[in-house]
Nanobody
Framework: QVQLVQSGGGLVQPGGSLRLSCAASGFTFSSYPMHWYRQAPGKERELIASITSTGGSTDYADSVKGRFTISRDNAKNTVYLHMNSLKPEDTAVYYC????????WGQGTQVTVSS
């Protein structure tokens, strides 16, 4: 069955960095784009970063552009989100997603940016 298992996240001070990982199984990872979303308390889930199947192209929401980087390792079936210059408003639960078949979500990872 399809699984997206996330790791990383936690508590970080403003200006700090974190890396999230999402390990995929159960489908041909290298054939599908991957995405990162986040949901802050009281807000809707928003798409923040996308990467094509080959990793050749990426796209970002304006709120994270220049600070976050999405990447993937198709040999490891893993997609990453590198987050730099973190701000308190980046505090949210972060999710990875594939659009394979009906679409699948990772389990979510809490990122808290606070001093």
């Amino acid at each position: 069955q399809v699984q997206l298992v996330q790791s990383g996240g936690g508590l970080v001070q403003p200006g700090g960095s974190l890396r999230l990982s999402c390990a995929a199984s159960g489908f041909t990872f290298s054939s599908y784009p991957m995405h990162w979303y986040r949901q802050a308390p009281g807000k809707e889930r928003e798409l923040i970063a996308s990467i094509t199947s080959t990793g050749g192209s990426t796209d970002y929401a304006d709120s994270v552009k220049g600070r976050f980087t999405i990447s993937r390792d198709n040999a490891k079936n893993t997609v990453y989100l590198h987050m730099n210059s973190l701000k308190p408003e980046d505090t949210a639960v972060y999710y990875c997603r594939t659009t394979y078949y009906t679409g699948y979500w990772g389990q979510g990872t809490q990122v808290t940016v606070s001093s």
